[in-house]
């Protein structure tokens, strides 16, 4: 049984280019969030997911980053335009309700790591 | 603004010299605290769930207790394998977790 499977593991994006990252959530799971992680910082929520639908987008900054999460395929964090502040580790999370994390955590992937230059 | 904080942000220690990490949270309506342990290049692995002040989870050489304000992680005789970062994390009446920036812990053999 697989885990959360992110790819790509290393992006390196020109400023101004787009940047997709892709998050497989695990076997049975339905509910997917997505938190960056900047050096010297904690991860810091982005987006809440479940299929077809964006429940809590709080933590999205407002204009170039969008996520989706369609019925077939794996959910997609997208960032246009790219700048140098967007370099970070992106870690995508699932679990099977939203509730079920509590006992058993999310289950992390191990992130991609998206380098502006 | 639901808040955690924790402390120290760096420890080194000796196999065998025990020790404790500090986690404070600052939640409306507290539903769990977490710790998750990340290894570097990789994603966290949760380790414990805590639901209400006075309760201790235990794995291994890790002994997780809950106040009403804070968390401590205790290590007992730490191994080399045990250095990583340990991260605790608070969620409240959302349920999404707000996560601390981390203890980073190493010991030495």
């Known amino acids: 049984n697989a885990g959360v499977m992110q790819n790509p593991r290393h992006l390196v994006r020109r400023r101004g280019q787009e940047a997709r990252l892709r998050c497989s959530p695990m076997?049975?799971?339905?509910?997917v969030y997505w938190y960056r992680q900047l050096p010297e910082e904690g991860l810091k929520f982005m987006v809440y997911l479940q299929k077809e639908n964006i429940i809590d987008e709080s933590g999205m900054p407002k204009e170039r980053f969008s996520a989706e999460f369609p019925k077939e395929g794996p959910s997609i964090l997208r960032i246009q335009q790219v700048v140098r502040g967007d370099s970070a580790a992106y870690f995508c999370?699932?679990?099977?309700?939203?509730?079920?994390?509590?006992?058993?955590?999310?289950?992390f992937g191990s992130g991609t790591r998206l380098t502006v230059v | 603004e639901d808040q955690v904080t924790q402390s120290p942000e760096a420890l080194r220690l000796q196999e065998g010299e025990s020790s404790s990490l500090n986690c404070s949270y600052t939640?409306?309506?507290?539903?769990?605290l977490f710790w998750y342990r990340q290894d570097p290049g990789k994603g966290p692995e949760f380790l414990f769930t805590?639901?209400?002040a006075g309760e201790e989870k235990e794995k291994e050489r890790l002994k997780a207790t809950l106040t009403k304000k804070e968390s401590f992680l205790h290590i007992t005789a730490p191994k080399p394998e045990d250095s990583a970062t340990y991260l605790c994390?608070?969620?409240?009446?959302?349920?999404?977790?707000?996560f601390g920036r981390g203890t980073s812990l190493i010991v030495h053999p």
């Open positions: 999370a699932s679990s099977p309700t939203r509730q079920g994390q509590m006992n058993y955590g999310y289950t």
């Open positions: 076997k049975g799971h339905s509910h």
């Open positions: 939640v409306s309506g507290l539903r769990g």
């Open positions: 994390a608070a969620s409240g009446g959302s349920y999404i977790p707000t």
């Open positions: 805590l639901y209400s």
